[in-house]
């Protein structure tokens, strides 16, 4: 069974700052993974999606990368932002059961000013 | 551009009472739909997805139920609510089942 864990669950950071989210996962059977940001409540936002033969993605000043054999991801932020703050959910797309998406629980990123 | 709504935004109904919250997407022709249930500190939970407008797949066992009474709209229902189904739920869409899902804003679900 696909469990996937997001370390730390909070974070708070000053502004200016690089950081790296973390994001495991207990099956390296994955079609992709996807990084989404949540602002309080508020929907979803996809970041970067990397699909399973890719080893990162980059978006501005976000890279995800990804690596399987040890069922881990990354997402790092350059130079952070109070922009930034929100909460950062990692999921891993099964390649069976019609290519569901697994679910960290985020972490919770607090920037300071 | 598509855009996805859901509604209401907020919800308090009392224990026992029935439910129903919609969701519609504009701007695409038969996306693939989803609904989940996000609970504090925790991962979402796929309630529901829908590849056709008769084609709906329950993933977990509840006293929730779901309908695609069109193309573009999906519905989430209950005939009695209970403590345990309070929570943030979310619509979202996708053009396929390996493609990016995009999510309306949520609709907050209290159960008193």
């Known amino acids: 069974k696909q469990e996937v864990t997001q370390i730390p669950a909070a974070l708070s950071v000053p502004e200016g700052e690089n950081l790296v989210l973390n994001c495991s996962f207990t099956?390296?059977?994955?079609?992709?993974l996807q990084w989404f940001r949540q602002d309080p409540g508020k929907g979803l936002t996809s970041l970067l999606l990397?699909?399973?033969s890719q080893r990162e993605q980059t978006s501005g000043r976000l890279n995800a990368s990804l690596d399987k054999s040890s069922g881990r991801s990354t997402l790092y932020i350059a130079a952070s932002q109070p922009g930034d703050s929100a909460t950062y959910l990692c999921?891993?797309?099964?390649?069976?059961?019609?290519?569901?998406?697994?679910w960290g629980a985020g972490t919770k990123l607090i920037i300071k000013p | 551009s598509q855009t996805i709504h859901q509604w209401p935004a907020t919800l308090v109904q009392p224990v026992g009472s029935p439910l129903s919250l919609e969701c519609t997407v504009e701007?695409?022709?038969?996306?693939?739909l989803y609904w989940y249930r996000q609970a504090a500190g925790r991962g979402l939970q796929l309630l529901f997805y829908?590849?056709?407008?008769?084609?709906i797949s329950s993933e977990v066992p509840q006293n929730l139920s779901a309908s695609r009474p069109q193309d573009r709209q999906f519905i989430l229902s209950s005939k009695k609510l209970l403590l345990s189904d309070s929570g943030f739920y979310l619509c979202?869409?996708?053009?396929?089942?390996?493609?990016?899902?995009?999510f309306g804003p949520g609709t907050r679900l209290l159960v008193l």
């Open positions: 701007g695409t022709s038969n996306p693939n």
């Open positions: 979202a869409w996708a053009r396929g089942l390996q493609e990016t899902q995009y």
């Open positions: 829908s590849i056709g407008i008769d084609q």
């Open positions: 099956d390296s059977a994955i079609y992709n």
């Open positions: 990397i699909q399973s």
């Open positions: 999921a891993v797309r099964r390649v069976d059961s019609n290519y569901q998406l697994i």
